[in-house]
Nanobody, 120 residues
């Protein structure tokens, strides 16, 4: 199973970016999907998660500015980042809780990360 994140880049404060993360490989089903971020010198923290049915959870500081969504048919999770702030600069990682077969347990897989840099 591989997760490929894309969409990061340079953006001015107040601007927007769209991230996407495609899951591929031996996938029977995907449960929760999510985005985390790791700023320089800090630990990796939750940004947002979404269940298969679309229920979402957001970290408090990104509510009303970031939106997580997913396309189950495309095995893709998205993160729309609006009204970006300098402190949102980080490497953003996607993850997915995947079953590789009917008989397998759920395992968490991570993407490689995509860098978002917000400048003033």
């Amino acid at each position: 199973v591989q997760l490929q994140a894309s969409g990061g880049g340079l953006v001015q404060a107040g601007g927007s970016l769209s991230l996407s993360c495609l899951a591929s490989g031996s996938i029977f089903s995907i449960n929760g999907m999510g985005w985390y971020r790791q700023a320089p010198g800090k630990q990796r923290d939750l940004v947002a998660t979404i269940t298969r049915s679309g229920d979402t959870i957001y970290e408090d500081s990104v509510k009303e500015r970031f939106t997580i969504s997913r396309d189950n048919a495309k095995k893709t999770v998205y993160l729309q980042l609006n009204s970006l702030k300098l402190e949102n600069t980080a490497v953003y990682y996607c993850n997915a809780d995947v079953r590789t077969s009917f008989y397998s347990t759920v395992s968490k897989y991570w993407g490689q990360g995509t860098l978002v840099t917000v400048f003033s």
